[in-house]
């Protein structure tokens, strides 16, 4: 990934956000259980891009575009957004492409947040 | 809570007994777990003083659980010797002599006083039969019980910190689990997420509907699903509000309050009964014609209740009506689409001069948020002007879009905007719609989202849509009459009608 693309990963506004409406000691042990469950996840959809199971992914996906927004893993929650419309409207063509690309994003996602937060 | 009464052999093994029985028993009380954990201990220190220090020796011990509205009791009764340190305990805690406090343990129960500083311990003859009662009360919390469900543990984790300050949480990454506690334990609030395995969240909600004891706990959708049918079907579950993540604290507090708000005064009033003048007074009509326009309405009340209502005010507002329907059904409903109607009628009657549909919807809104009636239910609107040269001016406010057909065939018009009284500040959006040819329908939900008699749901639909469009060549009376002999025989073979049922068609008079 180019530099740009890796600027875009993490919205650090909305990590101040969540930081206000919670408390900045609070903050490592919520960002813990994100990257816990962000590896969980993708796990998941890499287990599932192997075998089609479209239905798995959408609900994965479903799930990690709200979580992901909330810790500020905007690029993270684009992809997921994408991947779950992809799947409602049956457009199965493109969620391997863009589950890969979400994967691929993962692992930078996770080394940004460590670095910037734990 | 039922009283907890176990009478038993003053032996160190049943000290154990007692306390996991009560401790299960607690399980279910509204109590925080330390205060819950601090039970359980000073049960265990008094009953094993009693066994192993007391002089003479007790044979028997008996512990009560008890409780009112504000407080549960625990009350333990034995036989034996009467502690008289205990006493001093009592008295040195109410006097904060901390120092002397310490300087008279010995037996283990100086944190009896300084847990529960209001602890009675005091002796009693009956009968020539001397036993201690020692009375320990334990007030209960205040706070509103919310449980949370959502399988993203992340998701769960922020909920708990958002609202652990001003709530009591309980979290559930199960539904499973949600369910089985739901159905044992006392809730004031459930928010579920809706995507999840096994049981989704609009099962949860299904399933707490079909039980006398969980029915009536508000209830939130907290989801990403920002899908209007997915919405949609939420809301005719009887939901007290629908969230799109992610959800801010500030937003989220609001909401709670008003939803439990809402439910509090909503349980005040459950027990009105509605007669048959509320339901005349809001069976929907209107003329047969306005100004420049043609219009025709067709309604079905419901077999119970049902929210549909049409206000339209000639004296201040000849030219424009409001088509409402109250989420939800049964007889609250229509309590509530009086209230609306009633409302909507004190603002226009009132107004100092002619109003546009945002402004009537904007007034809906506020008060939908603040008014002490209006803000126990959920109402969407559809606002219409009929103006100069075929023209109208339409607000939405959570509604269906009207949908309008013409030689080109059929669309939905862009007309969209919240449910009142959701957000603090409410700007509806006018939309102008050209009538020179084809005709406006305008409906609630009953009309699309009845269930097909035989077939799958989105049938109905389609097949509204199939006689709206090839109705093009009737006079808007005939269509309307073809439109409504497909419902009725279907509410026929259904053998109830589930939801009002209203439709209004316009045409510009050519």
């Given at each position: 990934m180019d530099q740009k693309s890796e600027s875009l990963l993490i919205d650090e506004s909305m990590i101040k956000q969540l930081e206000n409406d919670t408390s900045s000691e609070l903050m490592p042990s919520m960002i813990k259980i994100f990257i816990e469950e962000l590896n969980r996840r993708v796990n998941s959809l890499a287990a599932c891009i192997e075998k089609e199971l479209y239905d798995q992914i959408e609900k994965e996906s479903h799930a990690l575009k709200s979580s992901a927004k909330t810790f500020g893993a905007v690029k993270i929650a684009d992809l997921a957004s994408e991947i779950d419309t992809l799947c409602k409207n049956g457009s199965f063509s493109l969620v391997s492409e863009k589950t890969r690309l979400l994967l691929e994003h993962a692992e930078p996602t996770v080394t940004e947040l460590t670095n910037k937060y734990l | 809570m039922y009283p907890f009464c176990l009478h038993l052999e003053a032996k160190l093994e049943n000290v154990r007994e007692i306390r996991n029985k009560v401790s299960t028993f607690l399980e279910?009380?509204?109590?925080s777990d330390s205060v819950k954990e601090n039970i359980a201990l000073v049960l265990s220190e008094i009953l094993t003083n009693i066994v192993q220090h007391s002089t003479p020796k007790a044979s028997e011990m008996s512990v009560k659980v008890y409780q009112d509205d504000h407080f549960i009791f625990l009350n333990i009764v034995d036989?034996?010797?009467?502690?008289k340190q205990l006493i001093e305990l009592v008295e040195c805690q109410k006097r904060s002599s901390m120092e002397k406090l310490f300087q008279v343990s010995?037996?283990?129960?100086?944190f009896v006083a300084t847990l529960f500083p209001d602890v009675k311990y005091i002796e009693e003859t009956h009968s020539g039969v001397t036993t201690n009662r020692m009375i320990i009360s334990v007030e209960k919390s205040n706070k509103k019980r919310i449980a949370v469900v959502d399988d993203d543990i992340s998701m769960l984790s922020v909920m708990r910190i958002y609202l652990e300050n001003d709530y009591d949480i309980e979290t559930f990454e199960s539904p499973e689990k949600a369910l089985q506690e739901l159905s044992t334990q006392e809730f004031d609030l459930v928010i579920s997420d809706?995507?999840?395995?096994?049981?989704?969240g609009l099962m949860l909600k299904r399933s707490l509907a079909s039980s006398e004891k969980t029915s009536t706990i508000p209830f939130i959708f907290l989801s990403a699903n920002e899908e209007f049918e997915t919405q949609n079907s939420a809301v005719d579950l009887g939901i007290d509000d629908y969230l799109i993540k992610p959800v801010r604290k500030e937003q989220l507090l609001i909401v709670i309050r008003r939803v439990l708000n809402r439910s509090q005064k909503f349980r005040e009033m459950l027990g009105n009964r509605l007669d048959e003048k509320i339901t005349n007074a809001l069976r929907p009509a209107l003329p047969k014609k306005i100004d420049t326009f043609r219009i025709e309405v067709r309604s079905r009340s419901a077999t119970a209740g049902g929210g549909d209502f049409i206000f339209y005010e000639?004296?201040?507002?000849?030219?424009g009506f409001i088509l409402g329907d109250i989420m939800g059904h049964g007889e609250q409903a229509k309590f509530f689409a009086h209230a609306h109607a009633g409302f909507l009628q004190g603002l226009l009657v009132n107004a100092v001069s002619r109003t546009p549909p945002s402004y009537w919807l904007n007034s809906l809104s506020v008060a939908a948020g603040d008014n002490s009636i209006l803000n126990k239910t959920l109402v969407t609107c559809l606002a219409v002007e009929l103006q100069d040269n075929n023209m109208l001016k339409v607000a939405s406010a959570g509604h269906l879009p009207p949908i309008i057909v013409n030689s080109f065939g059929l669309y939905e018009a862009d007309v969209s905007g919240g449910l009142p009284?959701?957000?603090?500040?409410s700007n509806y959006e006018e939309q102008l719609i050209h009538l020179d040819s084809g005709r406006m329908m305008l409906f609630t939900d009953g009309l699309v989202e009845m269930p097909c008699a035989g077939s799958p749901k989105e049938s109905v639909e389609n097949k509204i849509r199939d006689l709206m469009s090839s109705g093009i060549d009737l006079t808007i009376e005939e269509s309307c009459d073809q439109l409504m002999s497909y419902i009725d025989e279907n509410a026929q073979k259904l053998g109830a009608l589930p939801d009002d049922v209203t439709l209004i068609m316009i045409e510009a008079c050519r």
């Open positions: - | 279910t009380s509204r109590l036989n034996g010797g009467h502690f010995g037996m283990g129960l100086n809706i995507s999840m395995p096994q049981i989704d000639p004296s201040k507002n000849g030219l009284g959701l957000a603090a500040e």
